[in-house]
């Protein structure tokens, strides 16, 4: 025994003698890996530490078999491409806290389109610290020049000791993270088990997939959605809502980045959303509605709430996967003869829209080419001059058609970052105190990026406000459903959300956590934050109702259709008028959900209760099971195009 270890320390320092860059390489892309975590999720798990030094390992142990004149350019390259690798997650982890995958390659050409938003939200100098590695490797190999010998036996045992680092790892705790590994649904729990290179290289395999698959995995996928429509079968559900909007014209506003949290919000006595208020006041209005969104943001919404399936986890589909058939809402109205459009003031190829909209049943998208572009802020045409301009163009198409229509309205304005919100808007977010008798004025939340939103929601709700009041002289509400809902949260980051909470007026600065007052604001109060509205109004509604069922986006499909007189057979939604409150259950794409009781992380494999009560383990592992079901028959039925051998 002895011996042995004497031996292991000999062999260690005849490495260290003997292949000095081999061992820099191996420590500056472990050092990396380490710190992307650190820098990114936060996590400091042994097992991504096992995992990432086995892998730098084993690419270092490689090394020495390359021929003594190819070494350096062996280690140049393959640093090159794992700083790469740490750069882009860092920077891609900023934006959508989440790690780049290859399948999202397509996806990332929009991430350039809304740049203004990268730069302001993205981009931390904390990115570029990986570069740290070439300084040194130039440095170690400029003192160690031709050093490193060819040692085809220190090359087994380096192989050998790196496949035993990784064997340890793999014993290691969380043991579901392996299926994590083949179904990617939560990219950060694999970077946190398995370290980034081995994430992103499992990415590469999983996103090859689907093309190998469409030639090998098609018949089981196509087999475990038959079984699950066999055993889930649905029927249009018949109750006091069923077709009460059938015939009418439907309007649905596709509100950018709308959160719910807005709609309760007042600053010096002045609502954030007056309009939006009484609409939601008088409406019906589902308080506790979330988006389902994964990298095609405002595209998977529209996805999610005309399909009723959750949005794939490979790519994005109206981007990667436009020419596979779906069951819409759009289509299916089509066919009971209404005139179906969507109108949008940014370029018809944005998401693939021009395309994807024709295949989801729209007559005809009206893009920024449609419209005069006569006011620009953020992303492109203003909200205000977008309706002003719609509302003509809706009593034309009314004019010119002899059924119903339905149109999809998109904003655009409240897009990040918001940096033109104090020109369109003049909504004051600052805060007035009395010190000692007398009126201090808090400048509070202006200047700050929540501050802007505030300002710019505030813009959105005037100009649906005006909307609504020309529609109705234009006589276009009186046989009109309006739809109203937030495509997904607005990327605020947790600590503006902590300060607004924690905002002490009397000293202008922001509570501690230690201090009296102090308002607890954690990463599960962030994912909740995150809901959005939905409203469902008509002019004649009297009395509001309020509808506080856990609801997604998927379950639209299913609650309007019925109100609309259709229903899609491959929705995977409940109608919200036909459950009980504990039935409602909000399914996210890497496999977290919220009930009425919990919500529930997959990353962390935590729940967190919302309402008091005890939580049985046979609780979270019954939705825990229903959340995979629905990504899983989702995911098969997008990426093997499947409802087109089903119909
Ligand atoms: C642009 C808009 C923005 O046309 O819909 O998309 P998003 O960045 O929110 O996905
Ligand atoms: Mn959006």
């Known amino acids: 025994m002895k011996l042995k270890m004497k031996e292991i320390i000999t062999f260690f320092k005849k490495i260290k003698n003997d292949y000095p860059v081999m061992i820099f390489f191996t420590i500056s892309n472990f050092i990396n890996a380490l710190l992307l975590r650190i820098l990114t999720t936060g996590s400091f798990s042994i097992r991504a530490f096992l995992f990432d030094m086995g892998f730098v390992l084993l690419l270092g142990s490689l090394s020495m078999l390359v021929k003594k004149k190819n070494r350096n350019i062996y280690y140049i390259v393959v640093s090159f491409i794992m700083v790469a690798c740490c750069i882009i997650n860092s920077i891609y982890y900023n934006y959508y806290n989440s790690f780049v995958s290859i399948s999202l390659l397509a996806t990332s050409v929009f991430v350039k389109d809304v740049g203004d938003a990268v730069v302001d939200f993205a981009l931390k100098a904390s990115d570029w610290i990986y570069l740290w590695e070439f300084i040194g490797l130039y440095i170690v190999i400029k003192k160690n020049k031709n050093k490193e010998k060819i040692d085809k036996n220190k090359f087994l045992k380096t192989f050998i000791l790196s496949l035993i ?138 996805f999610t709430y005309a399909t009723s399936l959750l949005p794939a986890n490979s790519g994005t589909v109206f981007v990667n996967y436009y020419n596979n058939k779906f069951v819409t809402m759009q289509n299916m109205l089509n066919d009971k003869g209404y005139y179906v459009f969507s109108m949008h003031g940014n370029v ?50 009314k004019n010119n058609i002899t059924g119903p229509f339905y149109g999809t309205l998109i904003t655009l304005t409240n897009h990040t970052p918001w940096r033109d919100a104090s020109l369109y808007s003049d909504y004051d977010v600052s805060m007035t105190v009395d010190i000692d008798g007398e009126e201090v004025v808090r400048d509070y939340l202006e200047g700050t990026s929540l501050g802007n939103y505030i300002k710019s929601v505030n813009y959105m709700d005037q100009a649906i406000g005006q909307f609504i009041t020309d529609m109705d002289e234009e006589g276009l509400l009186d046989d009109t459903v309006i739809v109203i809902y937030g495509d997904h949260d607005a990327r605020l980051g947790q600590k503006q959300f902590e300060y607004m909470y924690n905002y002490d007026p009397i000293n202008d600065r922001e509570l501690q956590s230690w201090e009296p007052g102090y308002v607890e604001f954690n990463d599960y109060d962030y994912e909740l934050i995150k809901k959005v509205p939905f409203i469902i109004w008509t002019k004649d509604m009297q009395e509001g109702k309020e509808i506080d069922t856990p609801m997604g986006m998927i379950d639209v499909g299913a609650t309007l259709g019925n109100m609309l007189g259709v229903y899609n057979k491959y929705g995977l939604g409940k109608d919200i008028m036909n459950i009980d409150k504990s039935e409602g259950i909000i399914v996210f794409k890497d496999g977290s959900y919220i009930t009425d009781k919990i919500y529930y992380s997959a990353k962390n494999s935590e729940a967190y209760a919302i309402s008091p009560g005890i939580i049985s383990e046979d609780y979270i592992k019954k939705n825990s099971e229903y959340a995979d079901k629905i990504i899983s028959v989702s995911y098969n039925l997008i990426t093997y195009d499947l409802i087109r051998d089903l119909e």
């Not at 729990?189 to 996103?207: E, T």
């Not at 998401?351 to 080419?369: A, P």
């Open 348 to 397: 018809g190829d944005f998401w693939n829209r021009d395309t994807m909209h024709i295949n989801m049943g729209y007559d005809k998208f009206y893009s920024k080419s449609s419209f005069v572009i006569d006011e620009e802020y953020g992303l492109g045409l203003s909200d205000k001059s977008f309706f002003r301009q719609a509302v003509p163009m809706i009593k034309d198409i």
């Open 165 to 302: 680092i990784v064997g340890i790892g793999c014993v290691m705790p969380p043991y579901n993270s392996f299926s994590r590994l083949i179904k990617l649904w939560n990219r950060v729990s694999v970077v946190n088990s398995f370290g980034v290179y081995i994430y992103q290289i499992d990415d590469i395999v999983q996103s090859l997939k689907p093309t190998f698959n469409n030639i090998f995995g098609h018949d089981k996928a196509l087999k475990e959605v038959s079984e699950y429509y066999e055993e889930n079968r649905t029927v249009q559900s018949v109750n006091d809502y069923t077709g009460i909007f059938e015939g009418k014209n439907v309007i649905v506003i596709h509100a950018e980045s709308l959160q719910t949290f807005t709609l309760g919000l007042s600053f010096n006595d002045e609502e954030v959303t007056p309009n939006l208020n009484k609409l939601a006041n008088s409406g019906m209005y589902f308080s506790n509605f979330y988006a389902q969104v994964g990298v095609g943001t405002s595209s998977d919404s529209e």
